[in-house]
Structures are given as C-alpha cells and as structure tokens.
T-cell receptor
Framework: EDKVVQSPLSLVVHEGDTVTLNCSYE??????LLWYKQEKKAPTFLFML????IEKKSGRLSSILDKKELFSILNITATQTGDSAIYLC??????????????FGQGTILTVHP | DTGVSQNPRHKITKRGQNVTFRCDPI?????LYWYRQTLGQGPEFLTY????????KSRLLSDRFSAERPKGSFSTLEIQRTEQGDSAMYLC????????????FGEGSWLTVV
C-alpha cells in the first residue's frame, strides 16, 4: 500500500527562523512529489518535483527531491507569521488506473510566533 | 472565478439522512478527484474520474458512498444513511493530463453529522 510520512508532525518557531520539513514516501509507480500549504481551507499548491536533485524555489520557500532515498524536504527561510499553516506533501502515482492519484502524508503543523 | 468550485460549503445533517455534494472542476480539466479530510490528517483518496469514467474507488469507501460524473464535467458525491464518522471535509480536485498533472483543489465541503 502506498505510504507517505511527514516529520515533524508539528513545529513552533519564531519569526525569522529557518525551518526544514521532511517527507518520505513508498509509492509504487511513483511519478512526482507535490507540496501544498493548507490554512483552514483547501490545500493550495506550492511545488511539484519530478526530477531528483533539482531545487525548486519560490520566494522564501524551496524544495528538493531525492528519488534514490525516497524523500523530499521543504525549506522556509526567514519565516513570517503568515507561514503558519499545515504543510502537506503528496506522492503522485503514475501507474495504470491509479494514474494521477495523490497519496498524502499526515501533514506538518507549522506555527510561527511574532 | 475559474477555480474548482464546490457546494454546499457547509452541511449539517442528522444521522441517517442522505447528503449530496457537487463539484465543478476547472474548465477543460478531464480528471476529477474526491478526497476526504478529517482533523489532524492529510486528505484521503476516495475516488477518481477521467472524463465520465470512474477509474478507481478507494477500498475504504463503503457502499453508502457513490460518485458520478455523467457528462464528464461536474461531479456529485452522495452519502446515504450518514453516520457520525462521515463528518469531515470533502475535497474535490481537478487536473488536466498533459499539464504536468498539477492538481488543484476546491475550497471543500464541510459535513457535520449530528
């Protein structure tokens, strides 16, 4: 059965800190790893990573995928209170009728204090 | 607004009643997904359509749940004889094969069974 595990489950930091969120996966027919941010509503898309070792950046957020070790990290530098949210990673399946199906981790709850 | 649209956004129902949620995907997206999310958990896959064909249904989905996408556009998710354990947020998402499979979520429909 496909499985995605995130760590830590929760994290409390102060503004300006840098955080690293972890995501490991065991998915048959793996295609891509996606990161989402969720703030009391539906998840909003952050990154999709398909190739190993290529960093993707968007402002203070960056992410990278290691397909050999089956994990991804999401880094947030100079955190702000607006970064407080649940961060979800999800593995995208590319096999047969499961093509396009996402398997989510349980999420990391990030709280940034002023 | 050209995003994924879901309604109703909130539904409170008595145990044993039937409820139906509707999802309108992003225009021209041929794939549509339903997920369920409970507090403290990542979204859990329920079912998936490509055009009007339902390609996969989670083993965790009981016979009380049924989903349709009759014309390959909007979709409905019906829950019959609701139970308190059905209380959750029901998320709809859509994607277009060939766009890198980025999956976009709607705002979700909150169900509370009392």
């Amino acid at each position: 059965e496909d499985k995605v595990v995130q760590s830590p489950l929760s994290l409390v930091v102060h503004e300006g800190d840098t955080v690293t969120l972890n995501c490991s996966y065991e998915v048959t027919n793996f295609r891509s790893l996606l990161w989402y941010k969720q703030e009391k509503k539906a998840p909003t898309f952050l990154f999709m990573l398909t190739s190993s070792g290529i960093e993707k950046k968007s402002g203070r957020l960056s992410s990278i995928l290691d397909k050999k070790e089956l994990f991804s990290i999401l880094n947030i530098t100079a955190t702000q209170t607006g970064d407080s949210a649940i961060y979800l990673c999800a593995a995208l399946n590319a096999g047969g009728t499961s093509y396009g199906k996402l398997t989510f981790g349980q999420g990391t709850i990030l709280t940034v204090h002023p | 607004d050209t995003g994924v649209s879901q309604n109703p956004r909130h539904k409170i129902t008595k145990r044993g009643q039937n409820v139906t949620f509707r999802c309108d995907p992003i225009s021209e997206h041929n794939r549509l997904y339903w997920y369920r999310q409970t507090l403290g958990q990542g979204p859990e896959f329920l079912t998936y359509f490509q055009n009007e064909a339902q390609l996969e249904k989670s083993r965790l989905l009981s016979d009380r749940f049924s989903a349709e996408r009759p014309k390959g556009s909007f979709s409905t998710l019906e829950i019959q004889r609701t139970e308190q354990g059905d209380s959750a947020m029901y998320l709809c998402a859509s994607s277009f094969r060939g766009s890198g499979n980025t999956i976009y979520f709607g705002e979700g429909s909150w169900l509370t069974v009392v």
